[in-house]
Structures are given as structure tokens and as C-alpha cells.
């Protein structure tokens, strides 16, 4: 946790930097519609930044669903085989013989 000021910090600082440096108003149009909105440049860029970013997490997000349905599919197969294996694992605690039977294994 520590650790993550010494990225955020410098971060934030510059943001607000530019933020301060970049008050000139520009205008901003939609094409082919007749929206226009007059912003300082610091807004108009961080805006679209935030949008980007925003984006791109969406996209790596969707793109590791298939991924985190696996694991949790493998995850409840997992639950399940281990609830068999303590189920056995009961049944031969509870057997007359508690030593398993050897098993003779022969090569052809």
C-alpha cells in the first residue's frame, strides 16, 4: 500500500499541473450534429483521457470473461470432486478394515 503513493503522488501532481498550465478556452464540435461546448483545454483533454481509459478497461475486461468462467467452472468441479474424496475417505475410516488391500500390478 505504501508503495502505491510513489506512482500515484507524481501522477496526481501532474495532472494538476497540466490542469493549471491548460486554462485557454477551445470549442468543441460534434460533427455532423450542431453540438458545440466551449471548455478549457486541461478539461477537454482529461475528459477524453478518462473516456479512453474507461474504454480500454471495458475491452480487458470483456476479453477476460471466458477466462474467469473457466476458472470458476474448474472451481466448482474442484468443490465437488473434493467433497467426493472426503465422502471416501469417511467410508473407508469407517470400513472393518482400515488397511487398504494391496493391489498386484502386472506387465504384459
Given at each position: 500500500m505504501r508503495w502505491s503513493w510513489l506512482i500515484t503522488l507524481p501522477l496526481g501532481a501532474l495532472v494538476v499541473l497540466f490542469a493549471v498550465s491548460n486554462t485557454e478556452l477551445v470549442r468543441l464540435r460534434?460533427?455532423?450534429?450542431d453540438v458545440t461546448a466551449e471548455l478549457p483545454l486541461s478539461v477537454a483533454v482529461l475528459a477524453v483521457s478518462a473516456?479512453?481509459?474507461l474504454l480500454g478497461a471495458f475491452v480487458v475486461w470483456t476479453a477476460g470473461l471466458p477466462t474467469r468462467m473457466r476458472a470458476r467452472r474448474l472451481e466448482n468441479s474442484t468443490t465437488a470432486l473434493q467433497g467426493e474424496v472426503d465422502e471416501l475417505r469417511r467410508k473407508l475410516a469407517r470400513s472393518p478394515s482400515a488397511e487398504p488391500s494391496p493391489v498386484l500390478?502386472?506387465?504384459r
Open positions: 460534434l460533427w455532423p450534429f473516456i479512453a481509459f500390478l502386472t506387465r
